[in-house]
């Protein structure tokens, strides 16, 4: 069989199985939905293992340098597993806090911002009309506001959205029985996370080229590491930055000091873009309670940013994806229109890499060509 003809064979095949799959097109829409909901549990449970293995590899590392100074030597997969613990234990403790303390005093702030704005929005209406200025859209805002339903749909609020979840929750087994599923392989894949690496390297060794299976592997570590250092590195950023703004808004007896606080760690996530708009919203619900004191806000939050870009900053987060000013806010950009703040957390690390792997292999082409570009 010549070269010509194997060539046209291969051709010829590859065009009746399109032709097929054209003509059971549906039946194949069907197939891959079915597929999808069936592997939908291992795809979960392996984001969730891949965002655990951040905090997870933190507590290893701990281990690994205290058993160090210690004459016994500890096992491997103990240390993994009470890692993969303390994981979990961090995680239920976050909720639980959140849901304890930040949440009731959220829904505090927001009662007290819905009174705010129904008895400032008459007076700013007053003024800014006096200046000619059109109030159609704050008058519309003030008719529509219903104080007695708004509070009791707050106080309910928590029932409802507990009686809700259950609702949705006993009709929709398939969904709790993914997210059970989904946990129980994350767990198992982070306590056997390195026995499966092996598996997954000799499997792809058997079918592929070395040097295929080497720039995959390297690719797959750069991925894992950038992702771990821009995860945590935030992740500390934003704490510690949500951290000294409450404490500076209360030192300074600023209203919606946790609400704020809740607001600028969570826009942490957000680079560049993000502080500006958590001061905005600050200064605005501020402007509603006690308008004298937003300036004073304005100030405050300018000089928290200020401490913690140039003495904090540096040191916790740094270069943590290796990117430029412009490339990060693109890949926010894209990330949060796509996916929103999930989008935004994974777009940055996997703009990195991409980012990474394209350099490398520009310095290589012109390293091998000898081009010196200035």
Request: glycine share 6%; charged share 15%; proline share 2%.
């Amino acid at each position: 069989m010549n070269k010509r003809f194997r060539e046209n064979l291969i051709l010829m095949i590859i065009g009746i199985v399109l032709l097929v799959l054209l003509m059971n097109l549906g039946s194949i829409v069907f197939f891959l939905k079915n597929l999808v909901v069936i592997l939908l549990p291992i795809f979960v449970g392996l984001i969730i293992a891949f965002v655990l293995n951040v905090p997870m590899r933190a507590f290893e590392r701990l281990f690994g340098r205290l058993l160090q100074k210690k004459s016994f030597k500890a096992k491997e997969k103990l240390i993994t597993a009470v890692s993969l613990l303390l994981t979990l234990l961090c995680v239920v403790f976050v909720i639980v806090l959140a849901f304890t303390i930040a949440v009731p005093e959220i829904v505090s702030s927001v009662k007290s911002i819905y009174i705010q704005m129904e008895q400032q929005l008459p007076h700013l209406i007053k003024v800014m009309n006096g200046y000619n200025i059109d109030t159609t859209v704050l008058t519309d805002m003030l008719k529509n506001l219903n104080f007695e339903s708004f509070i009791s749909t707050l106080t309910s609020g928590a029932g409802s959205l507990i009686s809700s979840l259950w609702s949705f929750a006993s009709t929709t087994v398939s969904g709790v029985t993914t997210t059970i599923f989904a946990l129980v392989i994350a767990v198992y894949v982070l306590l056997d996370k390195k026995t499966l690496a092996r598996h997954v390297k000799k499997i792809l060794y058997s079918l592929l080229k070395r040097e295929y299976v080497d720039k995959m592997c390297e690719i797959g570590a750069l991925s894992v590491d950038i992702y771990s250092r821009f995860l945590s590195s935030q992740s500390i950023e934003a704490v510690i930055l949500g951290v000294l703004i409450f404490i500076s808004f209360s030192i300074f007896g600023l209203p919606y000091a946790a609400l704020i606080a809740f607001l600028t760690s969570f826009f942490a996530f957000v680079p560049y873009v993000g502080a500006f708009a958590s001061c905005a919203i600050g200064a605005f619900l501020i402007l509603l309670d006690s308008p004298e004191k937003v300036l004073t806000c304005i100030i405050v939050y300018l000089v928290v940013q200020f401490v913690e870009n140039q003495f904090i900053y540096p040191h916790v987060v740094g270069n943590s994806v290796g990117l430029s000013a412009l490339w990060t806010l693109v890949a926010a950009i894209i990330g949060g229109n796509l996916f929103g703040i999930i989008g935004i957390i994974f777009f940055i690390p996997l703009t990195a890499v991409v980012y990474t792997v394209f350099k490398k292999y520009a310095d290589h082409k012109l390293n091998e060509n000898s081009i010196e570009v200035k």
